[in-house]
């Protein structure tokens, strides 16, 4: 892998939402981190998000982090939800904020929701920065002018407001004044949002303003957004609260130690195998949001699997003052090795103290063990994301190996949007790939250049990877698709919480040294399955067949039900005849064909189909003119053959799956016509073969009514 050793700054312009405007790389020195030997740029570049208007019908982090705040304790100061617009102060304009009832059109048309979802409903504060164009820019204020705010009989007080948001490089600020608007005080908000990244909708952000408003008569606020061709934000339902005495709030966990921030997000499946093999050193963050200190502040995880608690354990008691944080590990390391099914880890932080605040005190996070799949994603689509390319990108997902596994194929979600042509369509080149993290710049297994099929639009792609054993370590599966207007699915919960080094991109790669970056935008729906010995076990693999050959030349199409596409296919039949495509035609032997289909994790099934009727070949035939009559009959019939080469023949009964039911032997010398009785046939399709010494023969399919 080429090492970059620069720090770059450049913007592209356009006014398309499909193409990418603007990029920043930033260095950053990675040492020892996931057994990377070499620098990774962070790619700042703005990502493109679009919601699929999915409903979010789970969630892997249950904690309902953007509900709105309502405790009986806490007094509400002061409030506004924007229906009154004189209460506000601003410019207005394209580069401004204005107060409605909807978002622009211009982000409605980039299927952004159309109206914030808060509490009030009706009018709320919006500014759209995509709008501005490339040379447009944003120091922009909406400023409360309904009154000063009286905060005096309160020292400790919070600002909530309710908002919706997608970020790419602008800042948000809170600006709060305790003279009248002389002296301006400001706050940094919502930085939790990384690059890429869209709030729920709606979202509560609650800002401790006591420093400027505690115990303050005469207090306003204003909110100011500075950006530059970025994203969008809107605000409503605006209250001052006084503050708890007691708000304890987790705020992250980690699966391998505090130290291991690309761990804030663990797997949501893994194979038996690995699990078994598998150590999580768990770890929190969590912080005092309240007035008063906490003493015997601790967390406690706890882990069920299905249903049954199988893990606890609980960190050390510390004194935690106001606003501090702490950040701790949990003594015992948990292994998942109960088997396939299902791990629930709660983590909850408390203390002496009876909390305030309680929907944020609790983290719960899942976790599947299956036979032979790994993936980060939550299996809940809401989102496809994309980067703006020339002609290609590619992206990939790390996966770490705890014991010897074999990777067997990889399987990525292609949104597809018929309306505006973004996504992966029927007729584009896909290529899956598995590094080693210490060497990106060979893949140690892929499968190039797949064409879409109709059938894999809009859903899971799952394709073979030639197997390939891997030894304990650092990996990285991905794909590579070979157009400027694909996209991937995501999932806007998880794309939140991407960790560094986690995904890597590349974007029009002319050379396979050319660097790789990560992306903290988003993680995409990329699974990896490695091989089972069971995995086959229970699957039933049905081949049903459609058989032509009422003509010179023969048919087979088959349709299969059952395993896990995408299938690979091997014929073989009379003559030395092989093929590998799902169908078969233009057979010119009569005989039995027979095929073996083999799913992704290699399952397979078996067929055979006859080919007869009036399917000839001249080197094989043996007879001028071949005739079975009555057809259909009762089981009784007449077989005859005209200029037929002498010799002994044998006249075989067989059915559709090849059982022989009657055989008789004749010497036949250049005809041959005689009767044939097989009553006791039950109705159905049936063939006569008729086969002579010389390797030759034909075959006559007839019907018993």
């Keep these: 892998m080429r090492v970059v050793l620069w ?62 705040v309502s405790i009986a304790s806490i007094d509400t100061i002061w409030r506004d939800d924007f229906s009154d617009t004189a209460n506000w102060t601003y410019s207005g304009g394209a580069n401004e904020w204005s107060i409605d009832s909807s978002l622009t059109t211009n982000l409605i048309g980039q299927t952004f929701d159309s109206l914030l979802n808060s509490t009030s409903g009706g009018n709320f504060a919006i500014i759209d920065s995509d709008a501005s164009g490339a040379t447009g820019t944003q120091d922009a204020t909406i400023e409360y002018t309904g009154g000063a705010i009286d905060c005096s009989s309160y020292l400790s007080v919070r600002l909530v407001f309710e908002t919706y948001l997608r970020q790419y490089q602008e800042t948000r600020q809170v600006l709060v004044s305790n003279d009248g608007g002389a002296v301006w005080d400001t706050i940094a908000v919502l930085t939790q949002f990384g690059t890429g990244t869209t709030s729920p909708n709606v979202y509560t952000e609650i800002v401790d303003i006591t420093a400027f408003a505690g115990g303050q008569s005469n207090v306003k606020i204003k909110f100011r957004y500075m950006g530059s061709n970025d994203w969008f934000w809107c605000i409503d339902d ?112 408390a203390s002496d103290s009876v909390d305030e605040i309680q929907r944020n005190n609790t983290i719960i996070n899942n976790l599947e063990v299956s036979n032979n799949q790994y993936r980060r994603d939550n299996d809940t689509l809401t989102n496809s994301n994309w980067f703006d390319v020339s002609n290609q990108w590619e992206m990939l997902v790390k996966y770490e190996i705890y014991t010897n596994d074999t990777v067997v194929g990889i399987s990525t979600f292609f949104p597809y949007n018929p309306s505006s042509g973004r996504g992966v369509n029927a007729g584009d080149s896909v290529s899956y790939y598995i590094y080693k993290a210490t060497d990106l710049d060979s893949a140690i297994s892929k499968n190039a250049s797949y064409i879409v099929q109709q059938s894999d639009v809009n859903n899971w792609l799952t394709l073979p990877m030639p197997a390939v054993k891997l030894e304990p370590g650092i990996y990285y599966a991905g794909f590579k698709i070979s157009n400027n207007r694909s996209s991937v699915g995501t999932n806007s919960l998880i794309n939140a919480k991407t960790a560094p080094l986690a995904v890597l991109v590349r974007r029009d790669a002319t050379a396979t040294n050319d660097p790789w970056e990560y992306t903290t935008s988003f993680t995409p729906f990329v699974r990896l399955y490695t091989k089972s010995d069971d995995a086959c076990n229970g699957v039933n693999i049905v081949i049903e067949d459609t058989v032509f050959d009422k003509s010179t030349f023969g048919a087979i199409d088959i349709t299969i039900t059952g395993g896990a596409p995408t299938y690979t296919y091997s014929w073989t039949g009379p003559n030395s005849f092989t093929a590998n495509t799902k169908n078969i035609k233009d057979l010119a032997k009569q005989g039995w064909y027979y095929v073996t289909v083999t799913d992704v994790f290699g399952c397979a099934g078996n067929d055979s189909s006859l080919v007869a009727g009036s399917v000839t070949v001249k080197d094989l035939g043996f007879a001028k003119e071949l005739k079975l009559f009555p057809n259909p009959n009762n089981g009784q019939f007449t077989l005859t053959g005209t200029d037929v080469t002498n010799g002994y023949y044998t006249f075989t009964v067989i059915n559709t799956i090849g059982q022989a039911l009657y055989t008789r032997e004749l010497e036949v010398g250049n005809s041959f016509a005689f009767s044939m009785n097989v009553s006791n046939l039950k109705s159905g399709i049936y063939f006569v073969k008729i086969a002579n010494t010389n390797g030759q023969n034909q075959v006559v399919r007839f019907v018993v009514e």
């Design 238 to 349: 605006v209250r001052i609260v006084s503050a708890p005495q007691n708000e304890l709030g987790l705020t992250e966990t980690y699966y391998n130690t505090i130290n291991d921030a690309s761990y804030k997000n663990y797997y949501t499946m893994m194979p038996l195998r690995q699990a078994d093999s598998a150590g999580l050193n768990l770890g929190v963050t969590y912080k005092n949001g309240g007035v008063a200190a906490q003493t015997n502040s601790h967390a406690t995880v706890s882990v069920t699997y299905n249903g049954t608690n199988v893990f606890t354990d609980t960190t050390d008691s510390v004194l935690i003052t106001p606003n501090a944080s702490v950040a701790v590990n949990f003594p015992k390391n948990f292994k998942p090795v109960n088997g396939m099914g299902s791990y629930r880890m709660e983590f909850i932080v």
């Design 7 to 68: 720090l770059l700054s450049f913007f592209y312009k356009t006014t398309n939402h499909l193409k990418m405007k603007k990029h920043y790389y930033l260095l950053i020195a990675i040492l020892s981190v996931f057994e990377l030997t070499a620098q990774i740029n962070e790619v700042s570049v703005k990502s493109y998000d679009s919601p699929l208007g999915m409903q979010q019908v789970s969630m892997r982090n249950q904690r309902a982090a953007g509900s709105p």
